[in-house]
């Protein structure tokens, strides 16, 4: 099941972006075996400053025919990693070709793509900048194959 991360702006090069490409290619490796990946980013941005809406229909014609989505919300589930990577692991063997987790701008995502979406998932209850959300969730998807693995890197 390939993985992608969709986001409205674009990561310049630095800290946050050498961590994402480290998690992915990590979860490239770890999750080859479990029929997980490759995991790529896709970035949309708004030019024209057309807010939520403009935003949301960027993010709909970047997330391919047929993919499973997952919108990252504050008013989404909070999950443990064992939760998420079942959750991973569900969706591939339910036969999703592919996993899409769509992030929005500084406003959230518009509200008809959070219901449009299979899952929401929050990262907590404190909110956190958008270009740490894709860290976080990019060594979360590191962390899932891990543990579906059965690596050593999750600890309960």
């Known amino acids: 099941m390939r993985v992608q991360i969709c986001a409205v702006g674009r990561l310049r090069p630095g800290p946050e972006r050498d961590l994402i490409d480290d998690y992915l290619t990590r979860f490239d490796r770890t999750g080859r075996a479990l029929g997980l990946g490759p995991a790529t980013i896709t970035e949309v941005d708004d030019r024209k400053g057309g807010g ?3 935003e949301s229909a960027l993010l709909q014609r970047a997330i391919p025919k047929g993919a499973t989505v997952c919108a990252l919300d504050e008013r989404g589930k ?3 990693s064992p939760e998420f990577a079942q ?8 036969g ?5 987790f769509v992030i929005g701008g500084a406003d959230g995502l518009e509200k008809g793509l959070r219901e ?6 929050s990262l907590g209850k404190m909110v956190w900048p958008h270009m740490l959300a894709r860290v976080m969730l990019a060594e979360q998807l590191y962390r899932a194959a891990t543990i579906l693995a059965g690596g050593p890197y999750h600890r309960n």
Not at 96 to 100: D, L, Q, T
Not at 116 to 121: F, K, Y
């Open 52 to 54: 939520m809406a403009a």
């Open 78 to 80: 909070v999950m443990t």
């Open 87 to 94: 959750m991973l692991a569900g969706w591939r063997d339910q």
């Open 96 to 100: 999703a070709g592919s996993a899409v």
């Open 116 to 121: 449009q979406a299979r899952a929401r998932l």
